[in-house]
């Protein structure tokens, strides 16, 4: 049987409908956080960062909400586009360390 | 060139052999990252550069893996005596700023298959 690693926690939506991708993280010393979007055969492309400061961000047609109680972090794509389709990953990192990425969520986006 | 360039972007080797991946960064940008991505995972720290001297090289899972960067620009990943647990996407980044901070540019990686 296949590996479950290969198995990409994956939400599918409609084209023109919001998404929204959520993860937890673990480390509760961590103070900056990154979403990056990968495309097929492509390295990690930045998509918005957000400091621990702040509990949300906006960038163009996304916006990132961190809930530090709960170690929380999600990003909402607005008028989601085929565009949009790739595996986004959340990363962390704590004070002068290396960024540590989570497994990532394929978004499959339906026209 | 215009963003960070890894080669070769395919690598098929035997078990045993020696491998080098080469990883060019972004014109100027101090900081060098390697990462490793297994199928299906995101993408794990290997080792960091600020300009010529590894900084932290903590994610180095044994001591086949090694990585130069000898005048502060190109660096080289190289893995002795390949097994095929070392199979995977070998990803190179870079960054104007030193010390984990600021944007990782990454390039489209190395896939490496070990037989």
């Known amino acids: 049987g296949e590996s479950v690693g290969l198995h990409l926690p994956t939400l599918s939506v409609q084209e023109g409908d919001n998404s929204i991708i959520n993860c937890a993280y673990s480390?509760?010393?961590?103070?900056?956080f990154i979403w990056y979007k990968q495309e097929s055969g492509k390295g990690p492309q930045f998509i918005i960062d957000?400091?621990?400061?702040?509990d949300k961000r906006q960038g163009q047609r996304v916006t990132v909400l961190l809930n530090k109680t709960v170690k929380h972090l999600s990003l909402q794509i607005a008028a989601t586009q085929p565009g949009d389709s790739a595996v986004y990953f959340c990363?962390?990192?704590?004070?002068?360390?290396?960024?540590?990425f989570g497994k990532g969520t394929r978004l499959s986006v339906i026209a | 060139g215009a963003g960070v360039s890894q080669t070769p972007s395919n690598k098929v080797t035997e078990k045993g052999k020696y491998v080098e991946l080469r990883c060019d960064p972004i014109?100027?940008?101090?900081?060098l990252y390697w990462y490793r991505q297994s199928l299906g995972q995101g993408p794990e720290f290997l080792i960091y550069?600020?300009?010529?001297?590894?900084?932290?090289d903590s994610g180095l899972p044994n001591d086949r893996f090694f990585a130069v960067r000898p005048e502060g620009s190109v660096s080289t990943l190289k893995i002795q005596r390949t097994e095929r647990g070392d199979s995977a996407v070998y990803l190179c980044?870079?960054?104007?700023?030193?010390?984990?901070?600021?944007?990782?540019?990454f390039g489209e990686g190395s896939r490496l298959t070990v037989l």
């Open positions: 957000i400091r621990s400061n702040m």
């Open positions: 990363a962390e990192k704590a004070g002068n360390t290396p960024l540590v």
């Open positions: 480390n509760s010393a961590s103070d900056y």
């Open positions: 550069f600020q300009g010529t001297g590894a900084a932290d």
């Open positions: 014109s100027g940008h101090t900081a």
């Open positions: 980044a870079s960054s104007a700023n030193g010390g984990y901070t600021g944007e990782l540019f």
